[in-house]
């Protein structure tokens, strides 16, 4: 059986893979390492876990094919290092480093070793996200993520937040960029109050928003075609649009949570990748780009 390795069982982790993974054991075998013995203890028989570790070294001496990296984003370029050169394969959350020539060291060295290296972008995976990409034509790309009032520094808000919706506009898009804008809105203190990105293709305009102070917690997508309108609201409807018709969709009561926001079918994806010896299902040139937008937003 596979082994699979999940280093960092903090919040993320716990809510977005463990139960995922819990569902999968019968087709790999989970390592799940932290440093706090209680924390081990207890999600490995919350989740029926049998092999545990306390330390990355002791993670990889079990030899697993792969490493989910949920530890913080400072730790993400070492750790990432050593598990590729000790060729085993790497998903870690996003952003893979707030340090774009370490993004790009880090995708060489596994295209180099010809491992994966694949960032936690779920929301390309949700299925109504997946829906708008579908959509033929586009003209108009909308991404905005609004929080009811969020106080972060404008690089942790950037890397840690706008790149949702950084990453989910350019998946929309179906052609290359040809220009790009932004702007960064803070507030005396150094807080992020809004982000702004915009960008054109051949035949598309992409419009990108995060507001930080906004009254409302709310995501949206949304895409206009020569032939329709269609906008995802939090990633659980879809409400289309054409003359004289709205229809709004939503997911059956029993679907997951973890399958609507994309994180089942990602992390399915990404073990099938490692499995198979298949492609990275998050495309590499993409998610530099995406890192690349947020860097560049913190230079402007």
């Given amino acids: 059986m596979i082994k699979i390795g999940v280093i960092g069982l903090g919040n993320i982790a716990q809510k977005a893979y463990l139960p995922v993974m819990a569902a999968m054991q019968d087709q790999y075998e989970f390592h799940l390492t932290t440093r706090n013995p209680e924390k081990r203890a207890q999600l490995a028989a919350e989740y029926g876990f049998t092999h545990t570790h306390a330390t990355l070294d002791d993670l990889m001496a079990a030899k697993p094919a792969a490493v989910f990296v949920h530890t913080p984003t400072a730790t993400h370029a070492a750790i990432i290092k050593k598990l590729l050169l000790a060729d085993i394969n790497v998903y870690v959350d996003k952003p893979v480093s707030m340090d774009l020539q370490e993004v790009q060291g880090l995708y060489d060295l596994a295209a180099a070793r010809h491992l994966l290296l694949t960032c936690g972008f779920n929301r390309r995976f949700a299925p109504l996200n997946q829906q708008l990409k579908a959509i033929p034509d586009k003209r108009l790309i909308m991404a905005e993520k609004v929080r009811e009032t969020s106080d972060q520094d404008v690089a942790t808000a950037v890397f840690d937040l706008m790149i949702h919706s950084v990453d ?5 898009l179906d052609e290359p960029l040809e220009n790009t804008t932004s702007r960064i809105v803070a507030s005396a ?12 293709t051949a035949h598309e305009q992409l419009q990108v928003v995060t507001n930080m102070r906004g009254g409302v917690n709310l995501e949206t997508s949304t895409v206009q075609a020569t032939s329709q309108r269609a906008m995802v609201s939090d990633l659980s409807s879809l409400t289309t649009y054409q003359t004289a018709r709205t229809q709004t969709t939503t997911f059956p009561d029993w679907t997951p949570t973890l399958e609507k926001r994309g994180f089942a079918p990602l992390i399915r994806a990404f073990l099938t990748a490692v499995a198979t010896h298949g492609p990275n299902p998050v495309d590499p040139t993409s998610a530099i780009t995406s890192h690349a937008v947020c860097r560049h937003l913190l230079s402007d």
Avoid: M
């Fill in 189 to 200: 203190d150094g807080k992020l109050e809004q982000g702004y990105f915009t960008a054109q």
């Fill in 168 to 172: 989910t506009g350019l998946y929309l």
